[in-house]
């Protein structure tokens, strides 16, 4: 079984200077600013999106970092890349109005929704003031025009919330957005940064690959898992009428009093019937559905780390796709 620390291990340094840089780059003049960015930055989490940035900057040019100068870039897009998501996940939890995140209450449930939104709203500034300082024109196009495609992927599920005619392609879509497109920001960013232009398209590929498949086991664990682990209540996904493919494959297999059922749950947002469906998410070849598609998103993402050359580095970012699989296990 892989080790996440044995994935960290060759990005120990880079990461607690980048995981310091977060803590440091948050130095607002607001105390309150202060002090709910300070709660959710440290909320937990193994910051596997900065993870991936830093580990793709060295399967680069393994040799980088005698360049400081380089070397500081890279640390600072990995910050940059850990305050959006952060900022994402404030927005997520008040548009979901949920009150615990990684087994802790959310910001919006510890201060207001309106303090919540807010603060997100400045760990985004904060990131785009940081990325610029870092001057490099194409990585804020990139970074800009992502961003905006991540709060289009957020719009997105909001409009297939309770929409139980949603389809895999519009799943795709959606998770495109909200979930993959901030780890392809991780990895082209690093290619960028690095000088390496004939790796953009395959670790952007990599990045695209890897998320499609830790969205998707995500949802499979909303069905399979426990509050415990997953730090949720299980059926959150469906008490927010969402959509996600363990129910639309399921739909797809189920007979019409069945996929009545579910459909009326996704409608309604309603957990009654949560027991039943989760049964048939188990038993109609839905699961086993997922399973397939999000291994398949899996060996895509390895496969596309190809043209990078053999190094610790590029084998962690292996490692780092087949650890997200094992949490099927």
Known sequence: ?????????????????????????????????????????????????????????????????????????????????????????????VVDESGLRRGRPTANATWTNATAVLVGDYLIARAF?????????????????????IAEGEVLQLQHQHNPDSTEADYLQIIYGKTSRLFMLATEGAALLAQTEHLRAPLKAYGEHFGNAFQIIDDILDYTSDAATLGKNIGDDLAEGKPT?????TMQRVHIKDNE?????????????????????????????????????????????????????????????????????
């Open 129 to 149: 003031d940081l990325l610029v300082k870092l001057g490099d024109l194409e990585l804020l196009h990139i970074m800009s025009s992502g961003t905006c495609e």
């Open 1 to 93: 079984m892989t080790d996440f620390n044995s994935i960290l291990r060759p990005v120990a340094d880079d990461f607690a200077a980048m995981d310091h840089f977060i803590k440091t780059g948050i130095n607002s003049k607001v105390p309150l600013v202060l002090s709910v960015s300070s709660y959710v930055v440290e909320a937990g989490g193994k910051r596997m999106r900065p993870l991936m940035s830093l580990l793709a900057a060295r399967a680069c040019g393994f040799a980088l970092s005698n360049d400081s100068k380089q070397t500081d870039q890279h640390l600072k897009l990995a910050a940059i890349i850990e305050m959006l998501h952060t900022a994402t996940l404030v927005h997520d939890d």
């Open 261 to 329: 059922m579910i459909r009326h749950s996704i409608q309604t947002g309603g957990l009654e019937d949560l027991n039943k469906i989760i049964h048939l998410v188990k038993t109609s070849g839905g699961l086993e559905y997922c399973q397939m598609r999000a291994k398949q998103e899996t060996e895509l993402a390895i496969a596309a780390l190809h043209p990078l050359p053999d190094s610790i580095y590029k084998q962690a970012l292996i490692n780092l796709a087949l650890l997200a699989l094992e949490r099927l296990n």
């Open 245 to 249: 493919l363990p129910l639309i494959a």
